[in-house]
Nanobody
């Protein structure tokens, strides 16, 4: 059983920063790829970045250089540090977990079996 709970969203001015947290409750955290996705109103869910089970991290081009994914040593929390935020970053942000291999799958929502409830980020 996997449980994901996001927190840290809010309203921020353009150019500001936010750090989202995802509390991960899973019996075998090492086996999962953890991803961040976002969905703006009226748009499809968009991949933000992933941390795979080997510790590799990659990001969508739209956030590369501004967003950073990290994880605590106990692997119970995954963070998304968002800097230099833009109005187009406004969306509901979701944490997701999937038990799969292959970097080509990182951006595919269907590969992630478990999702958090989301946290809203609004950039004005």
């Amino acid at each position: 059983h996997v449980q994901l709970v996001e927190s840290g969203g809010g309203l921020v001015q353009a150019g500001g920063s936010l750090r989202l947290s995802c509390a991960v409750s899973v019996s075998s955290a090492n086996d999962y790829c953890l991803g961040w996705f976002r969905q703006a109103s009226g748009k499809e869910r968009e991949w933000v970045g992933s941390l795979d089970s080997d510790g590799r991290i990659n990001y969508a081009d739209s956030v590369k250089g501004r967003f950073t994914i990290s994880q605590d040593n106990a692997k119970t929390t995954v963070y998304l540090q968002m800097n230099r935020l833009k109005p187009e970053d406004t969306a509901m942000y979701y944490c997701a977990a999937g038990r799969f291999r292959g970097s080509w799958n990182w951006g595919v929502p269907a590969k992630y079996n478990f999702w958090g409830q989301g946290t809203q980020v609004t950039v004005s």
